[in-house]
Antibody
Framework: EVQLVESGGGLVQPGGSLRLSCAVS????????MSWVRQAPGKGLAWVAT????????YYVDSVKGRFTISRDNAKNSLYLQMNSLRVEDTAVYYC????????WGQGTLVTVSS | DIQMTQSPSSLSASVGDRVTITCRAS??????LAWFQQKPGKAPKSLIY???SLQSGVPSKFSGSGSGTDFTLTISSLQPEDFATYYC?????????FGGGTKVEVK
């Protein structure tokens, strides 16, 4: 059974940092592109970042470039999102997803940026 | 960036109704389009990929069509478990972009 399980969310002050993790099972993560998608409270879905199977290509939405870093450890079947210089508008549930077409999603982890 | 415009933003329907949601891309995306269903407090669920291919385990009452810039998601006979919000997403080019969502409510 394919599973994606996010962790690492929480409450952080503006300007702070968090590192999200996504543990995958039920498939070999090294064979797939992986992404982060977020959803602000009461809003729609918004793509954040994507990483190629071997980590050689990374793509980001403009609003997080220079602040967020997507990475992966295929030996640990894990995906990460390092979030620095957090802003109030980064408050959202963050989902990890498989492939650009999002065929599988985790349950999400809530990040709240507030003073 | 490719803009994805969904319509309507909400609709009211009854059990048994045929429901159609449209999604328009601001430029051609071939068939690189996915559809998702999301229920309150839950993660999105993939329904359709490559515009018209049904994800494994998704009932055949869901169907997708279109290519280029215009796409549709159809639910052939709406059931109580289908009341949810539906999103389209293009994965033709970065940044990946979603439509604004269509909330399907009970009439």
């Amino acid at each position: 059974e394919v599973q994606l399980v996010e962790s690492g969310g929480g409450l952080v002050q503006p300007g702070g940092s968090l590192r999200l993790s996504c543990a995958v099972s039920g498939f070999t993560s090294s064979r797939y592109w992986m992404s982060w998608v977020r959803q602000a409270p009461g809003k729609g879905l918004a793509w954040v970042a994507t990483i190629k199977q071997d980590g050689s290509e990374k793509y980001y939405v403009d609003s997080v470039k220079g602040r967020f870093t997507i990475s992966r450890d295929n030996a640990k079947n894990s995906l990460y999102l390092q979030m620095n210089s957090l802003r109030v508008e980064d408050t959202a549930v963050y989902y990890c997803t498989r492939e650009g077409s999002g065929d599988y999603w985790g349950q999400g982890t809530l990040v709240t940026v507030s003073s | 960036d490719i803009q994805m415009t969904q319509s309507p933003s909400s609709l009211s329907a009854s059990v048994g109704d045929r429901v159609t949601i449209t999604c328009r891309a601001s430029q051609g995306i071939s068939n690189s389009l996915a559809w998702f269903q999301q229920k309150p407090g839950k993660a999105p669920k993939s329904l359709i990929y490559a515009a018209s291919s049904l994800q494994s385990g998704v009932p055949s009452k869901f169907s997708g069509s279109g290519s280029g810039t215009d796409f549709t998601l159809t639910i052939s006979s709406l059931q109580p478990e289908d009341f949810a919000t539906y999103y389209c997403q293009q994965y033709s080019s970065y940044p990946l972009t979603f439509g604004g969502g269509t909330k399907v409510e009970v009439k």
